[in-house]
């Protein structure tokens, strides 16, 4: 009975350990799951607030540059051409006017230069080509590279409008000039010829207002240039001050999805150790388990070799009894035999002591028979 307990196969439930950990292993994979796309938000909040910081520097980065390349921009203000372009004909007059010049004819004939001065201007700055940027700009508020160089492309729109403006200033400038110029050549030849009049003094008025229309209409046309231009510095600075606003909304983001992930971490690391802890549990009672295996598979072996030594001494000791059984029923045979000589032997010395009486009494008849005799 006890071979037979010993023999018979162990079976081992699961431990509570190792139930625990297929539970836990999904619940893990599900974390490093929902780590990794927490990891993917991360990566695209932090790309996006890089992506606006970018924008922001460039647009700060703009200004600087601007200043250093147009350093008079700074002095100009677009009150100062009319302020300055405005009482010049008449302040020019007035200057070189004396009793014997009439001064309509030296303002006709300082026109009639200045109109030529003022065409000879506006081949030099290609003013056909700007004419052409400012009808684009009153149809459309949007920039027209072509009023700028090729330098000043990427600049900015307050330093669009700043070199726009000293454009203004520097043309201002040579118009002053060379209507000085005018001046002089015109008192030069009044002072020659002061009695000749132009014969076309209502003509040259008229070019003369046209001009100055022609004026006014580029005035608006740069105002309206310069306006659009400050709106979309507006807008430029609202753009700004919403990357500015989104910028700080996705700092907020990120840092509550790096405290999210902070926490995860320590979640993780939390579970990581918990299941360290239990995978070290659990290879300590698999190595107990396999320890005990190994001692019930030892005293399996020794059990079956005990066994069959019990065989071999069970053979042995039956093969013995029956050698002493066998021994046991000869003794017995002997024995009986010996009984049966011991009876022979015993009926022998009854029919001895018999005889040996009969013998005697024998003898003492023939003693008396012969003490009779005589």
């Not at 071979?3 to 599900?30: C, F, G, H, I």
């Not at 150790?273 to 320890?291: G, H, I, M, P, V």
């Not at 018999?354 to 013998?359: E, H, N, R, T, V």
């Amino acid at each position: 009975m006890q071979t037979s307990d010993r023999s018979k196969p162990v079976t081992r439930t699961p431990s509570a350990t190792q139930r625990n950990e297929n539970v836990s292993r999904p619940d893990l994979a599900d974390q490093e799951e929902e780590y990794k796309q927490l990891e993917a938000k991360t990566a695209a909040l932090v790309e996006e607030a890089e992506q606006v910081l970018r924008n922001q520097d460039k647009l700060l980065n703009e200004k600087p540059a601007v200043a250093r390349n147009y350093s008079l921009l700074d002095q100009v203000d677009t009150d100062d051409i009319y302020d300055k372009f405005q009482p010049k004909i008449g302040d020019g007059v007035a200057i070189i006017d004396d009793k014997q010049i009439d001064y309509v004819s030296i303002q006709a004939k300082a026109k009639t230069t200045f109109d030529k001065t003022v065409y000879d201007i506006e081949t030099k700055v290609n003013q056909r080509d700007t004419n052409k940027i400012f009808n684009s700009y009153s149809n459309n508020d949007d920039e027209n590279d072509d009023v700028l160089p090729a330098a000043a492309k990427d600049m900015g729109t307050e330093a669009k409008i700043r070199f726009l403006k000293a454009r203004l200033r520097v043309m201002q400038e040579e118009l002053e000039r060379m209507h000085t110029e005018c001046i002089k050549r015109v008192s030069e030849d009044m002072h020659a010829d002061a009695g000749t009049l132009p014969y076309s003094l209502d003509d040259e008025n008229e070019k003369l207002t046209i001009k100055m229309k022609e004026t006014d209409d580029e005035r608006s046309r740069l105002s309206r240039v310069i306006t659009s231009l400050q709106d979309q510095l507006e807008k430029h600075k609202k753009l700004s001050t919403d990357s500015k606003t989104k910028l700080d909304t996705t700092e907020i983001e990120l840092s509550s999805v790096k405290k999210e992930i902070d926490q995860m971490k320590r979640q993780t690391k939390k579970q990581s150790q918990e299941q360290n802890q239990s995978d070290t549990k659990l290879n300590r009672a698999l190595e107990e388990a396999e320890r005990y295996k190994q001692q019930l598979q030892k005293m399996q072996s020794t059990t079956k070799d005990l066994t069959e030594q019990d065989k071999k001494k069970i053979e042995q000791l039956t093969n013995e009894n029956r050698k002493l059984e066998k021994q046991r029923l000869e003794l017995m045979n002997a024995f009986k035999r010996q009984l049966k000589l011991i009876d022979v032997l015993k009926k022998q010395k009854l029919h001895l002591e018999a005889s040996k009486l009969l013998q005697f009494t024998e003898e003492e008849f023939v003693k008396a028979i012969e003490w009779n005799v005589t």
